[in-house]
């Protein structure tokens, strides 16, 4: 398989259409490849807090459309990043709440499977009071592999992945808007995460600063084995990365650590 990482720029003084256009084009770009990523809340920026309401979509909006039409045209499997979803109102609410969402598409421009980010971040601030958590995970079956979807603050959370392998995950996709001050810990869990559950990771981050917040960058595809196959700068970038899917399977009869899981399973308690 071949994958392209859009390491997407997002800057302050660059509007949500604009980006939003810029977006599709470079997606569209990628016709020839199987799978494109792009990082997390990338209309509006991950730390943008107070554009999440302003700028926050129905889950089938602008961006919606953009995107599939964009994977239709390039005919690839399209994993869209996220965007501030806005729910659909409840009990006479003038707004719906507010979600951390990923959008996939088929290469048919088709959706795939929308996911609501688990962890949110910021603690007592930001997201993780301004957005509603979501409660369920999601794989999305290619024909090559399965993918796992998880957003940015989901990789501190090994659980959740280990989850998702349980589900049939062998490629674990992740959007991010990581800050720069935490690269270190960015590449450190994207290995981590591969290593222990055998599976390939794609880690999508953004460039730029964006609400005073400078940006990572460094998307990262990590093999199996915590091999890294490909890594990206500071800066907006593509990179595409050739991978073996096969490679999954093999790792885990040569070495299968998993089948020596004791804790985390349905086992009693007392």
Same mark, same amino acid.
């Given at each position: 398989?071949?994958?392209?990482?859009?390491?997407?720029?997002?800057?302050?003084?660059?509007?949500?259409?604009?980006?939003?256009?810029?977006?599709?084009?470079? #997606?569209?770009?990628? @016709? +020839?490849?199987?799978? $494109?990523?792009?990082?997390?809340?990338? !209309? /509006?920026?991950?730390? &943008?807090?107070?554009?999440?309401?302003?700028?926050?979509?129905?889950?089938?909006?602008?961006?919606?459309?953009?995107?599939?039409?964009?994977?239709?045209?390039?005919?690839?499997?399209?994993?869209?990043?996220?965007?501030?979803?806005?729910?659909?109102?409840?009990?006479?609410?003038?707004?719906?709440?507010?979600?951390?969402?990923?959008?996939?598409?088929?290469?048919?421009?088709?959706?795939?499977?929308?996911?609501?980010?688990?962890?949110?971040?910021?603690?007592?601030?930001?997201?993780? #009071?301004?957005?509603? @958590? +979501?409660?369920?995970? $999601?794989?999305?079956?290619?024909?090559? !592999? /399965?993918?796992?979807? &998880?957003?940015?603050?989901?990789?501190?959370?090994?659980?959740?992945?280990?989850?998702?392998?349980?589900?049939?995950?062998?490629?674990?996709?992740?959007?991010?808007?990581?800050?720069?001050?935490?690269?270190?810990?960015?590449?450190?869990?994207?290995?981590?995460?591969?290593?222990?559950?055998?599976?390939?990771?794609?880690?999508?981050?953004?460039?730029?600063?964006?609400?005073?917040?400078?940006?990572?960058?460094?998307?990262?595809?990590?093999?199996?084995?915590?091999?890294?196959?490909?890594?990206?700068?500071?800066?907006?970038?593509?990179?595409?990365?050739?991978?073996?899917?096969?490679?999954?399977?093999?790792?885990?009869?040569?070495?299968?650590?998993?089948?020596?899981?004791?804790?985390?399973?349905?086992?009693?308690?007392?």
């Amino acid at each position: 398989m071949r994958a392209s990482l859009i390491q997407f720029r997002v800057d302050d003084d660059e509007s949500v259409d604009s980006r939003r256009r810029r977006a599709t084009a470079l #997606v569209r770009d990628q @016709a +020839g490849v199987d799978l $494109v990523v792009l990082p997390e809340l990338w !209309t /509006t920026g991950a730390f &943008a807090y107070e554009r999440f309401g302003t700028e926050a979509e129905p889950l089938r909006g602008p961006t919606y459309e953009a995107m599939a039409e964009a994977a239709r045209d390039a005919g690839v499997w399209l994993h869209a990043g996220s965007i501030p979803e806005r729910g659909a109102p409840a009990g006479g609410a003038d707004d719906g709440p507010l979600y951390n969402t990923s959008l996939v598409f088929s290469p048919s421009g088709e959706p795939a499977a929308f996911y609501r980010k688990i962890h949110r971040f910021g603690f007592d601030k930001g997201e993780a #009071v301004l957005m509603g @958590a +979501g409660t369920e995970t $999601v794989t999305v079956r290619l024909p090559e !592999t /399965t993918l796992g979807v &998880a957003t940015c603050y989901d990789l501190r959370f090994p659980e959740l992945f280990r989850s998702l392998v349980d589900a049939g995950a062998e490629t674990l996709v992740i959007p991010a808007g990581w800050p720069e001050r935490r690269r270190s810990h960015w590449t450190l869990l994207a290995q981590a995460r591969a290593v222990e559950n055998q599976a390939y990771v794609l880690a999508c981050g953004t460039a730029g600063t964006h609400a005073g917040v400078p940006q990572a960058g460094h998307s990262i595809v990590v093999d199996p084995w915590g091999e890294v196959l490909g890594e990206a700068g500071a800066d907006e970038e593509i990179l595409t990365v050739e991978f073996d899917p096969a490679k999954v399977a093999t790792t885990r009869d040569q070495f299968p650590a998993l089948k020596d899981r004791v804790l985390g399973l349905d086992r009693p308690h007392r």
